[in-house]
């Protein structure tokens, strides 16, 4: 069964990126406030650690598919100076 992380982004990913970022954002507001209960304090930060590891878990599919892209670039690049030099050639 494949990997979580190992699944390519879908639309509104990054959608849900944002605004899972916003909210953890928000909840290292909420905790450094100093105004919240041990318990809710708690509650919070371990809210904090599922969002930080979605939004962890997102930036990492992010950077599999740039190092993809990037690499099909310099592929397609590279094939490209080829014919453009066979061309030339000829």
């Known amino acids: 069964m494949a990997n979580k992380k190992?699944?390519?982004?879908?639309e509104g990913q990054s959608a849900d990126f944002e605004k899972?970022?916003?909210s953890l954002e928000q909840i290292v507001k909420d905790l450094e406030s100093g105004k919240l209960s041990l318990e809710d304090g708690l509650s919070k930060f371990e809210s904090g650690v599922e969002l930080y590891k979605k939004c962890k878990d997102f930036l990492s599919q992010a950077e599999k598919k740039i190092k993809l892209l990037t690499e099909d670039l310099k592929e397609e690049g590279l094939s490209m100076q080829?014919?453009?030099a066979e061309n030339e050639n000829n």
């Open 82 to 84: 080829s014919s453009d």
């Open 6 to 10: 190992d699944q390519p982004l879908k």
């Open 20 to 22: 899972n970022l916003t």
